[in-house]
Every structure is written in structure tokens, then in C-alpha cells.
């Protein structure tokens, strides 16, 4: 696609329920990141994957986050069991290669828990 | 532990002033730096990205520079527009360990009155 590609937009969602928010990055990025900003808050960094290698998933908060990359291509984050200090903008990036280089974000997917 | 501060937190100025925002991060060890702009509800678009080995870079009205022995990164902003007004994050890429781990600043919202 011509850019990243985030669903949904927006997601309000009961405490202790299970969501699964969507990247697409762009067509042919071998790297893709998600980053959670919270009000008030800096980017998050969460988890990082690179093209077949094993992804970076030092920045998940609790064993209630996971992601994974189908194909080399589009990720899906999931939190288990959501609570309350889940809600923020989760933010998807992907970048060509796996070298410093430019990040190109989504929209983000805002979650709200209520 | 790398730190990213951004002073100020906040700016208004009139237009067509020339600004300058600031960035500071605590650990010079990086690979690169980068300023983006974040609009209200958007992502993040990438301005300009600096490797550790460069002292500056420029587009168009924009120009960052980086100190990175004194941990400091500028952007200055010339003849502001009120197209201008946005959040401006700067962030680090550290020089080990993970390449996907990009290291924000809180911003500066920067909002240009016509």
C-alpha cells in the first residue's frame, strides 16, 4: 500500500477482554515496530520485528501483550485480558531494511478500556 | 539508560518567526537521531534523520543539527507558518543492542498564530 495501514481506528473495549489490533506495513519494508503512546506519556517502544528473524520483544509490558508477523508482512498485536492502564494509541512503523533508517507510522489505533 | 528531553514542552510564536526546538539524550552512543511531527490524532511523519557521523541535515525550512559528544540535537524552523503547528518528537536510536528500539522524547507542541 502506499502507506502503514492501521485498523482499527478506534477500539473501546471492556476490562478483562482480549483485542487484536492491526498493521499492514508498506509493500516490500522487512521492518515493522509498534510503539504505545499514552497521554502525557513518550513513545513506548513494544516489539520489533525483522524480516525471518527472531523479533525484539523486550519492550512488551506484561505477558498479556504478544505479536506476531504472518508472512513477512502484516502483524497483529494482541492483549490478553485488558485493563484499564491498557488504554493508549498503539502506533505501527515499518522501515526498509534492517539498517538506521527512516520509520513510517500508521495512524495508530486508539484503545480505550473501560 | 538513554534519556530524551525536549524543551520546551510547549511554544507559541507569531508567524514568520524563525524557532529553534530542542533535544537532549544522556548516552552519545547512538546511531542516529531523528525529528519527527505529530499531528493531533495522526501519526508521526519523519522530518529529517541524522547519523551519528553528521553534523546536520536540511529540508527546506527545516535544519537539524547534531552535538553528539554534548548530547544535543536542534531543529530550527525558518519563517514559521501556522502550518507549522504540531507536536515535534526527536528520538535516538542507541548504538547497541536493538535496532528497533527508538528512544522518544516527550515532544514540544509548537503552535504558529497567523
Known amino acids: 500500500g502506499a502507506g502503514v495501514s492501521q485498523s482499527p481506528s478506534n477500539k473501546v473495549t471492556e476490562k478483562g477482554k482480549d483485542v487484536e489490533l492491526r498493521c499492514d506495513p508498506i509493500?516490500?519494508?522487512?521492518?515493522l515496530y509498534w510503539y504505545r503512546q499514552s497521554l502525557g506519556q513518550g513513545l513506548e517502544f513494544l516489539i520489533y520485528?525483522?524480516?525471518?528473524?527472531?523479533?525484539?520483544k523486550s519492550g512488551l509490558p506484561s505477558d498479556r501483550f504478544s505479536a506476531e508477523r504472518t508472512g513477512g508482512s502484516v502483524s497483529t498485536l494482541t492483549i490478553q485480558r485488558t485493563q484499564q492502564e491498557d488504554s493508549a494509541v498503539y502506533l505501527c512503523?515499518?522501515?526498509?531494511?534492517?539498517?538506521?533508517?527512516?520509520?513510517?507510522f500508521g495512524e495508530g489505533s486508539r484503545l480505550t478500556v473501560l | 539508560k538513554q534519556e530524551v528531553t525536549q524543551i520546551p514542552a510547549a511554544l507559541s510564536v507569531p508567524e514568520g518567526e524563525n524557532l529553534v526546538l530542542n533535544c537532549s539524550f544522556t548516552?552519545?552512543?547512538?546511531?542516529?537521531l531523528q525529528w519527527f511531527r505529530q499531528d493531533p490524532g495522526k501519526g508521526l511523519t519523519s522530518l529529517l534523520l541524522?547519523?551519528?557521523?553528521?553534523r546536520e541535515q536540511t529540508s527546506g525550512r527545516l535544519n537539524a543539527s547534531l552535538d553528539k559528544s554534548s548530547g544535543r540535537s536542534t531543529l530550527y524552523i525558518a519563517a514559521s507558518q501556522p502550518g507549522d503547528s504540531a507536536t515535534y518528537l526527536c528520538?535516538?536510536?542507541?548504538?547497541?543492542?536493538?535496532?528497533?528500539?527508538?528512544?522518544f522524547g516527550k515532544g514540544t507542541k509548537l503552535s504558529v498564530k497567523p
Open positions: 512503523a515499518s522501515s526498509l531494511g534492517a539498517g538506521p533508517g527512516v520509520l513510517f
Open positions: 509493500s516490500g519494508h522487512t521492518a
Open positions: 520485528f525483522q524480516g525471518n528473524s527472531a523479533p525484539d
Open positions: 548516552d552519545s552512543a547512538i546511531y542516529n
Open positions: 541524522i547519523q551519528s557521523s553528521q
Open positions: 528520538a535516538v536510536r542507541p548504538g547497541g543492542g536493538s535496532q528497533g528500539n527508538l528512544i
